[in-house]
């Protein structure tokens, strides 16, 4: 038996400034956040059902300069990452190292409880928490406890934790866990939608998006494989 929230849907402001950010998630992927279910204490748990893994583009298409083989490389490497409402920080996770290469963080298996990565969670209120998960070492600028303001800086984007590449992931979830958690729903605002890739494949093969018509001003959850700018981060 599933009995519907009644909760009115987070709006949210976004996490990142600028673009074009493209959202990377699927429900049909096997790793596409909402079909990656985590056993722990007896209950499974879809903490990131409504994730999204946030990474951005070159002003020509592609992730990184050149092969990408370094996390410097990458176009989003070392972004700041905001408040996305007006919170108290409920937890930080830091102390985990960056590899050196992509090729490096393949070969070493990640253990469960640094899947996260170094991590800030900020405390919504109403049983609601924000995480930012796979930040750079050294980059958070918060501890649990502090008060934060809606488009504060946080900390930068990174490649720490189980992660294929340097990105912001981003969920809300029902409780201060990076795993331990239920995903919850949520709506951003101040958005303008450019475009969208076809495929997960045309994005990783460093291609061109396809442009929308007209650039238009979004808000809600943006669609999968979207590309947006979020503007001046205001």
Known sequence: VVTP????????????????????????????HRRVLYTTDGSVKVP??????????????????????LPKQWFGYAADVMAVADATVASTGEGIAEPATLAEGAAHKVPLENAAGNY???????????????????????????????GEVIGQLGFTGESTGPHLHFHVSDANSPLVAEGLPYGLWSFRVLGSYS????????????????????????????????????
Do not use: C, M
Not at 16 to 29: Q, S, T
Not at 123 to 150: C, W
Not at 205 to 227: E, H, K
């Open 5 to 32: 929230s009644g909760r009115p849907l987070l709006q949210l402001r976004p996490p990142l400034r600028g673009g074009p950010w493209v959202a990377i998630y699927d429900a049909r992927w096997e790793r596409g």
């Open 48 to 69: 990131g059902r409504f994730a999204i893994d946030w990474i951005l583009l070159g002003p020509h298409g592609g992730f990184a300069k050149d092969k990408g083989e």
């Open 120 to 150: 800030v969670a900020l405390d919504l209120g109403d049983g609601r928490y924000a995480f930012y998960e796979h930040l750079r070492p050294g980059s958070i600028r918060v501890k649990a406890g502090q008060h934060v303001h809606r």
């Open 199 to 234: 495929s997960i494949e045309d994005f990783a093969g460093g291609r061109r998006w396809v442009p929308a018509a007209s650039s238009t001003a979004g808000s809600g959850f943006p669609a999968s494989l979207s590309v947006v700018d979020f503007g001046n981060g205001r």
